[in-house]
């Protein structure tokens, strides 16, 4: 036997050899990113099952997302051999519960080969319920109901158990009655809902001590990471399953909690060492992971939450590059940057080696900035992956929309026809939609021409008929347009008055408000193409792309995905006041929100091992509308030593070359036809082109990064000075705060934009 200690332990530090070690007892590893807590984690993990102290099944390990999983699994085999093969749950929450459930499931009236129904199937069934209760399901959404059953599953709250005033919220007080019932119905289906898996394992432990004392029995130990993002539910589970040993290690940050929207608890990080007396707090400080300016620069903006538990971090990786933040002047532009700059970085130059692919990657707080990164790509022949989601051009909303264009430019599109004939639904169900199809395929002609017939006849129940006609005289009638309205303002119209937008608007929840933000997204992009022929031929090509795994391909990824993973080389584009903080955390009352954004943003930078590049532009479209955007809030709150305005390729700011701009902008205020014009095209690749380096500096205000813009800019100006804006043309400073003026403007009213957006007039 070796003296030293077995390898695993080498090279780890003091604090996380402690935390490794301590194997029995409660532990709580308290740390910032890239401190090794996974590290710790999974050496742990080794050092149990190496040391003899249990079998790879008596092990529970919780991690956050499946891929962390595997992950997991592959550098304990790494460690110890083939046996990590025997760790039988490792896993989420999720998944670790469904196994559960399965053992059990007659305890809470399921049979064992219960299905789990996806969101769809939910709603439909909530849908049934609601009828048959005489509730006004246009009213009262099935999909608002789904949302309160989920939350209030999050919470450990079964239907005896909700608090009253919960159920009172929906449907004049019949939360509760509505939600026992879906659980009864769910019963007889013999399924359960995502949120069940959870719950009836708590049902199951909290009603049958033996089957509890049998998991304490076999769980000698309890792991999980990702700690600071667990709901209620997990947590009291988590309790149940560890109360008994004790022998249990959670890892966590308080600075990464950003799963609150879905009722994740940073409280249960304080219940800890309550729930678990006596357990030994850890605190690691040493981050392993980034360069010193990009842990400064992400400590420095985390400072401004306030509520944090608070902790030191350091890093003897000094020096390095600063963290860059670069304004441009739109999306496009934005995309064009990053994309060039991956390619640099992928062909090296003589101060670095090239960059593969994989170790780049692009974070996102939103799905609909994906859009242009992809097509930018495409374009280029970049090799990317879209993690833990569609791509832009796969998500349903999407295809969907291209079904209508399709459909529209061509009724020869029996695949578009399926698929939006009853989407939104208009009362044309699947057995009239398979008749049609049917009839098409025995005459031998198109579904849309089957369908003309039919409607013609008395084959249909009179309601359906009237829809289908409807639908069809729709279609005709937008084709009719084609030729006379913008690509845009023709797709905007489509999706309205095929009452698409209000399906999405009327559901209020999460994942509604991203598809219309991709949706909106769509809409700005069409205005490049001179012709709907030409925008499908786009997407045919686009979608036609080989699309097998890559090795080797640029990480593109919400913030939210990113959790736990690390890339040399990190772009956070779009930290834009409404993109990043999100209009929705701004519009909310109290910090709460904001708070966790910036959390989010905490997640981003600490992502980057080499270096982080943030980018801002100072004009997006919104649904066919420029508009002026303002630098978002965390760009201020970067510490300055730490970052650095790019000079070389940003361009932000004014100057004689926008003035050109301007003007076509008042010629176009919405979409206009010169939009897609290769004119507009050339004098916005002149003005990006031709930026100008000097105005390109950072102005210090009290020591932050205040934008990105002409040295003289502050102070330039004085209340109740006459001004000129390129697109909002004269008006009157009302206000000045930092670099930017609430204008009072003759013709557009009052707007806050960016100093250097205007000159005096
Ligand atoms: P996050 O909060 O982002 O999840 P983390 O605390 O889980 O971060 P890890 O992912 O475990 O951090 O580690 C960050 C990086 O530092 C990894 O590349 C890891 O291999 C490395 N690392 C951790 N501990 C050490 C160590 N003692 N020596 C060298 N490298 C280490
Ligand atoms: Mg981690």
Redesign the pocket.
């Known amino acids: 036997a070796r003296m030293r200690g077995p390898d695993y332990l080498d ?3 003091t604090e ?1 050899r402690q935390a490794v070690e301590a194997t029995d007892g409660p532990v709580l590893v308290l ?12 050496t742990r993990l080794a050092h149990i099952l190496a040391t003899g102290r249990a079998k790879p099944w008596e092990l529970l390990a919780v991690t956050f997302t499946n891929k962390a999983a595997r992950e997991m699994r592959e550098r304990i085999t790494h460690i110890i051999g083939p046996q990590a093969e025997g760790l039988r749950w490792l896993g989420t929450f999720h998944a670790i519960a469904a196994q559960i459930l399965r053992r059990h499931a007659e305890l809470v009236g399921l049979k064992s080969n219960y299905t789990i129904l996806d969101t769809d199937d939910q709603e439909r069934l909530i849908k049934q319920l609601l009828e048959a209760e005489n509730i006004d399901a246009k009213r009262w959404t099935p999909k608002t109901l789904a949302g309160l059953i989920d939350h209030w599953k999050n919470r450990g709250w079964t239907p005896e158990k909700l608090p009253p005033a919960e159920g009172a919220h929906f449907a004049n007080n019949k939360g509760q009655r509505l939600y026992s019932l879906y659980q009864e119905r769910l019963r007889v289906l013999n399924a359960c809902d995502f949120g069940d898996l959870l719950l009836h394992n708590l049902t199951i432990f909290l009603g049958h001590p033996d089957v509890l004392a049998d998991y304490h029995e076999r769980f000698k130990y309890v792991l999980v ?2 700690y600071q993002d667990t709901n209620v539910a997990q947590y009291l589970w988590l309790r149940l399953l560890a109360q008994k040993r004790q022998n249990v290690c959670c ?1 966590g ?1 308080d600075d ?1 909690s950003i799963y609150g929207w879905r009722g994740a608890e940073v409280d249960n990080i304080l219940r800890f060492e309550r729930d678990f007396p006596g357990a030994t707090v850890i605190r ?1 400080e ?4 980034s360069t010193s300016h990009i842990l400064a620069a992400a400590s420095g903006l985390i400072a401004a939450n306030k509520g944090r538990l608070g902790k030191t971090l350091w890093t003897d990786q000094n020096g390095g590059e600063k963290v860059i933040v670069r304004g441009v002047w739109d999306g496009e532009a934005e995309s064009r940057l990053i994309a060039d700059e991956i390619e640099r970085a992928h062909r090296g130059s003589t101060e670095r080696d090239p960059r593969k692919y994989r170790d780049m990657a692009i974070l996102v707080r939103a799905s609909f900035q994906m859009r242009a990164f992809e097509e930018r790509f495409v374009l280029l022949s970049i090799p990317y992956t879209v993690v833990g989601g569609p791509r832009f051009f796969e998500r349903a909303e999407i295809r969907d929309a291209h079904a209508y264009l399709r459909l529209i430019q061509s009724q020869d599109d029996d695949l578009a026809f399926e698929r939006i004939v009853n989407q939104p639904k208009r009362g044309i169900g699947d057995t009239t939609v398979q008749k049609l199809l049917q009839i098409a395929r025995l005459n031998g002609v198109t579904a849309f021409s089957a369908a003309s017939q039919l409607v013609l006849t008395d084959e249909l129940p009179a309601r359906t008929r009237t829809a289908l006609a409807n639908f069809l005289r729709d279609i005709l009638r937008w084709r009719g347009l084609v030729e006379t309205l913008p690509l845009p303002r023709l797709l905007e119209q489509v999706l309205e008055e095929a009452g698409y937008t209000d399906m999405l608007r009327l559901d209020k929840t999460p994942t509604a408000q991203t598809r219309l933000e991709n949706l909106k997204e769509l809409v700005q992009s069409v205005a490049n193409f001179e012709n709907l022929q030409a925008y499908l031929e786009h997407v045919s090509l686009v979608m036609d792309l080989d699309r097998g795994p890559q090795a080797d391909a640029v990480q593109i990824m919400t913030l939210h995905s990113a ?4 890339f040399p080389l990190v772009f956070l584009p779009g930290w834009e006041e409404g993109v990043f903080p999100s209009q929705r955390s701004i519009d909310e009352k109290g910090e709460k929100g904001l708070e966790e954004e910036r959390r989010l943003a905490y ?1 981003g930078i ?2 980057a ?1 080499e270096e982080a590049r943030i980018s801002f532009v100072a004009n997006r479209q919104v649904y066919g509308r420029w508009t002026s955007q303002l630098p978002s809030r965390f760009v201020d709150e970067l510490p300055l030593a730490n970052v650095e305005a790019s000079s070389e390729t940003g361009y932000y700011g004014g100057g004689p070359g926008m003035q050109q701009h301007g003007s076509r902008w008042d010629e176009t205020p919405s979409f206009g036809a010169g939009y897609s014009s290769p004119g507009w095209k050339r004098a916005q690749e002149r003005n990006y082109k031709g930026g100008h380096p000097g105005r390109q500096q950072v102005i210090e205000g009290e020591g932050r990064l205040v934008a990105v813009s002409e040295p003289s800019a502050s102070g330039k100006f004085q209340r109740g000075d006459r001004v000129f804006h390129q697109k909002f043309g004269y008006g009157q400073v009302k206000s000045i705060e930092g670099n930017k003026l609430t204008v009072a403007f003759d013709k557009a009213g009052e707007k806050k934009v960016i100093d250097s957006f205007v000159e005096k007039g």
């Open positions: 090279g780890l530090n996380q740390a910032g990113a890239g401190t090794g807590k996974t590290r710790v984690l999974t990471d990702e890892v940050d990464q690691l040493r981050n392993y992971r959790k736990g993973l690390e997640v600490t992502r091992r």
